[in-house]
Structure formats: structure tokens, C-alpha cells
């Protein structure tokens, strides 16, 4: 994933090798472990490169798809497959609203629904299309708190780019983007397309589901100086304080649901 000049790698093990040393050998210094190890290793990485090892460094061309708004007709069954021998996730009701991103060739229908979490599928004999978005619903710190409880719920599932959309797994953008659906907003499905709709509130205190957002990556602030973001593959999903995300991650602008 990284490609790094000879010079760069043997800073980087040198200081290595003297954490670990001086951690083990004085006690002055407080016992590193694994984990404080790679973060010291991270941030110099950053002080030197400019680039982050712990983010999602992946560029994002899965990201970029503009949803079809479609209704439920009737009381219909959306499932985790395109077909009548995959689970029922949940039954919908007849004007549910539900974002479409393909099919396949039996005409089932890949779907974001109002009230699911994740991506589902439903026979598309059940649908039809409608005008507009499935926008709109909650308005201001109440969609946040649903949002943040929806990112939350996700922590310690696993990081994707090919199964994105919740099944199973998530990358930073698309868990915001699912957290808010569930609070019926239309999000940004990648960090390019910001702000979208939402308003910059950079500079102002953080209230619970604003997103912080810099250039490939976002995270969501979930309250008590704690963030939530799909992070890499590696780590998956991840609750962080807000300090350390500060310190190792970074933002640059504060988004928030209009």
C-alpha cells in the first residue's frame, strides 16, 4: 500500500527500535505496547509524509453513484439476496421509500430502504419509481443522535470498499451515509461530493453526528469527545477519543445535517 523511500523506512525502524528500547530499559518512560507503538510510528509517518497510516488511504472509485428513488407498492419483504431463498431482513410497508443502485437479471432490485440498516434486495414487481429523493424526516440534532446511534452500533464490524453498503461491511463513507438514511437524510456517498447536504459548521462547538471530514476521509462524532469511523481494513470500525482521532487521523472541516 505504501511505497517507501530507504531513507524514510530506516528512520521510521530506527525510531522504532528506540521506543522499544528506552520503554524497556528506563523506567522513566512509560511501557509502550503494540498498539502505542504503531501509533508513535504513525504520527512521525505523518510528520514526514504528510499522509496518515492509519486512515483509509484507499481512493474511493467504488464511491461514486447517484441513487434511483423508489416506493414500496405493498407490504414487501426486502432480504439479503436478490431472490425468495435469502432471509427476510425485515417486511417494509407500501410507501416506504428506498434508494436503488442496480439489479440483477431476475429484476431484483439492490436497495437502500427507510427504516434498514444496510443494503437489501426486493423484487422489483413491488416497487415503482417516484419523483425527488427520499430525503427529508429528522431535522437537526435529532437526526444526529439517530445517526451517531446507528454508527455506533456498527463499531468492531469490518471495513470494505467492495461490500460497502452494509453487507456486511462499510468504508467511512458509506457508514455516514447509512447512518443518516436511517434518520431519512440524503448524504454525500463520498468524501468528493461535499458538502452536499449538509453545512459547514467548522470552528463551532462539535454536537453529536457532525462529521469530520478531510480530503478522503470522514468520521462521525458520536458525543462524550468520542468518534466513530470505518477506518481501514485493517482495524475495521472504530470508536476513537477524540484526542487521539485529532492526533492521528485529523479533520479539516465540520459538516452538519441541515
Known sequence: MFKLST??????????FSLTFISATNDRYPKLGPEQLIQEIAKLYQELTGKSLLEDNIEEES???APIPYEATTNLNVRSGPGTNYQVIKTIAPGTKCDYYGENSNGW??????????????????????????????TG????????NFARSKVGGCYSQAQRMGNPCYDCSSL?????????KNFPTNTREYPGNTRDVTGQSLQIGDILWKQGHVGMYVGNNQVVN????????KIRD?????????????????
Do not use: M
Request: proline share 1%; hydrophobic share 40%.
Open 176 to 184: 455516514v451515509y447509512l447512518a443518516y438514511k436511517q434518520a431519512g
Open 7 to 16: 531513507v524514510l523506512l530506516s528512520v521510521i525502524l530506527v525510531t522504532l
Open 63 to 65: 464511491d461514486s453513484f
Open 230 to 237: 470505518a477506518e481501514n481494513p485493517n482495524s475495521g470500525i
Open 141 to 148: 440534532s435529532n437526526a444526529g443522535q439517530i445517526a451517531a
Open 242 to 258: 477524540l484526542d487521539w482521532y485529532k492526533r492521528y487521523i485529523g479533520f479539516t472541516k465540520v459538516y452538519r445535517a441541515k
Open 109 to 138: 432490485f439492490h436497495l437502500v430502504c427507510q427504516g434498514v440498516g444496510g443494503s437489501v434486495w426486493a423484487s422489483s414487481s413491488y416497487l415503482r419509481q417516484v419523483s425527488g429523493s427520499t430525503g427529508g424526516g429528522n
